[in-house]
């Protein structure tokens, strides 16, 4: 197999468990060393980035970029899983106004407490929810927080004299967030239950699917440098005794201003990409080296 390190904007097709979806993107690019950087339930697509080679080690840097989904909700039925994909519990002939839709997603904006689902990797007691879940013991009651920049009915798919039976919805959230938690809790402040029947992952950050790659269509020629990928980062080149102190202990003194709020930096030196670091109380630290 060949050396390939890099990034790669995959495209997670919907039936897939992520590692099943890893094991053919490194058949297809002939590679041993690979990762996938967020995971996507079995029945949603979209993009999920996969780290090639040594750049497994800078995937970390990509969890805390916000996250857009795209979904689709259907009214009147809720499932034990709270998507399309569980055993029917409860059904209801209530369905929601586009109003009510509308104003329920206006609160759900800033800091969002919200019910975690319990098949989801979600660690109770050092056991994952989705192994009590296939156990019988499913674990409800759980909470947790989200920070959602945007939540916006985008469609409505379906009506009829009661309200809405479908509907599109957009959610731009931060890292971890479950989508079917915030289906739940929107079924709960309108008192109609609810199931994402449809979940796509179109933007990680900067990367919009329009850049992602279908699994057919992988090849080593797309993959992209690490530190193309990480390009969201600001820069900070060092250079003579300051590149040389930083490659024998790892940190320096660096009393230059930054023109960011950014937590870490890409690291230039006078030959290339050295990693990424950050400043702490006057001091350039390396937090990984290329």
């Known amino acids: 197999m060949q050396e390939l390190d890099g990034f790669l904007w995959t495209i997670k097709p919907r039936g897939l468990k992520p590692m099943a979806f890893l094991s053919k993107v490194k058949s297809a690019l002939g590679v041993k060393k690979a990762g996938y950087v967020g995971a996507l339930d079995p029945f949603a697509w979209g993009l999920?980035?996969?780290?090639?080679?040594?750049?497994?080690?800078f995937s970390d840097f990509?969890?805390?970029?916000?996250?857009?989904?795209?979904c689709v909700l259907q009214f009147g039925l809720e499932?034990?899983?709270?998507?399309?994909?569980?055993?029917?519990?409860?059904?209801?002939?209530?369905?929601?106004?586009?109003?009510?839709?509308?104003?329920?997603l206006d609160t759900l904006r800033g800091q969002v407490e919200y019910p975690i689902p319990p098949l989801s990797s979600k660690k109770v007691n050092g056991k994952r929810l989705y192994y009590l879940f296939y156990d019988g013991k499913p674990v409800t009651g759980l909470k947790g927080i989200a920070h959602v920049?945007?939540?916006?009915?985008?469609?409505?798919?379906?009506?009829?004299?009661?309200?809405?039976?479908?509907?599109?919805?957009?959610?731009?959230?931060?890292?971890?967030?479950?989508?079917?938690?915030?289906?739940?809790?929107?079924?709960?402040?309108?008192?109609?239950?609810?199931?994402?029947?449809?979940?796509?992952?179109?933007?990680?950050?900067?990367?919009?699917?329009?850049?992602?790659?279908?699994?057919q269509d992988v090849d080593p020629g797309k993959v992209i440098s690490t530190d193309e990928a990480l390009s969201f980062l600001p820069d900070i080149p060092v250079q003579g005794a300051v590149e040389k102190r930083l490659r024998q202990?790892?940190?320096?003194?660096?009393?230059?201003?930054?023109?960011?709020?950014s937590s870490y930096y890409r690291i230039?030196?006078?030959?290339?990409?050295?990693?990424?670091?950050r400043i702490s109380t006057g001091e350039l630290v390396m937090e990984r080296w290329w």
């Open 79 to 104: 499932t034990d899983t709270w998507d399309i994909t569980g055993n029917v519990i409860n059904l209801s002939e209530h369905r929601p106004s586009v109003e009510a839709l509308k104003e329920c």
């Open 268 to 277: 230039w030196g006078t030959h290339g990409f050295l990693g990424v670091g």
């Open 149 to 215: 920049s945007k939540s916006l009915l985008l469609e409505v798919l379906e009506s009829n004299e009661k309200g809405i039976e479908k509907a599109t919805l957009l959610f731009e959230v931060s890292k971890g967030t479950y989508i079917r938690g915030l289906a739940k809790k929107i079924g709960d402040m309108l008192n109609v239950p609810c199931v994402v029947s449809e979940l796509a992952r179109v933007k990680i950050g900067h990367i919009s699917i329009s850049a992602g790659v279908p699994l």
């Open 249 to 261: 202990s790892g940190r320096v003194d660096y009393s230059m201003s930054v023109s960011s709020a």
């Open 48 to 57: 999920m980035p996969v780290c090639i080679g040594r750049a497994c080690r």
């Open 62 to 70: 990509f969890l805390s970029l916000p996250k857009t989904y795209v």
